[in-house]
Each structure stands twice: as C-alpha cells, then as structure tokens.
C-alpha cells in the first residue's frame, strides 16, 4: 500500500488537534478502507496510540476495516423504513446478490450493510448505493435497481 498517497493529508492537519476523524474519513475516501497497516502508519505520523485510532474506527459506522465492492448499498434499518418493509428487501437484496448483511458478491461488485438510518425517512423503506438514495422501494424495485447496475456495467 502506497501510504504517501496520505502525506498531503497528514499535512493539512498536523496543526489542528481532534482532526482524527477527518484524518482517518480521507484515508478511507484514498484507499476505500482502513486496513490495519494503514492505521499503524496514522499512529506513527500522528503520535497516537493505534488502539486509540482502532477505537474510533470501530465506534463510528463509517469506518470500514474491509475492501468493499464497487457499488456499497446501504439498507436502512431506521424506524420508518423498518415498519415499511425493509426486511423485506433485505431478503430480497441478499437473495439477489447471494450475500449476507457485510458481505461482498464475489465479482466485487457489490457489498450489502444494514446501517442504523440514512435520514430520509420520508422516502422510506429506503436504500443508498453509494452516492445515490433510492426511496419508496418494494422487494421487486430494489432487485430492479441492482440488474440495472449490472447491466451498465456490463
């Protein structure tokens, strides 16, 4: 892994103290994870301990430790989508994808996560695959938009 990619990163907030986050949020947003190695080398050109950053990127739900396929669907699980079906396209998503909630499909394409709630309750049951929310979804409308990707991409 090419770390200096990073440097202009570490840079621009080696003044400001608590720019952790910020720091660990562009890392993610270059290499698409936060591979152990990765988090060694912020703890070594930080100075803070690597269980300290472990511990922040295991709390916040944005920090992901793992590759991700290239399209990341995030299903809400928020209330409102909740009482509007969304285990429903849970189960019709991880059919269609042959993965469980963390997993990626094995032509890396797509990685499904049940998150806590995308805040767009009025769209609800909703999901976003990455940049892109998708609202006021049934089973046959999320499988519809993953053929549509597959599709594109082919």
Known sequence: MDFSLLTPTLEKYKPQKGSLISILQQAQDIYGYLPVELIEY???KT??????????????????????????????????????GSNLLYDALSEEL????GGTTKDGMFTLSLVACLGCCS???AMMINEKTYGNL????????????????K
């Open 42 to 44: 912020i703890a070594l």
């Open 47 to 84: 100075g803070e301990k690597p269980a300290k950053i472990q511990g922040v990127v295991t709390f916040y739900t944005q920090f992901r430790q793992e590759p991700v396929g290239r399209h990341l669907i995030m299903l809400c699980q928020g209330t409102a989508c909740h009482v509007n």
């Open 98 to 101: 042959s993965v469980l909630d």
């Open 123 to 125: 769209l609800s049951p």
């Open 138 to 153: 049934t089973p046959e409308k999320a499988v519809s938009v993953i053929k549509s990707i597959r599709e594109t991409e």
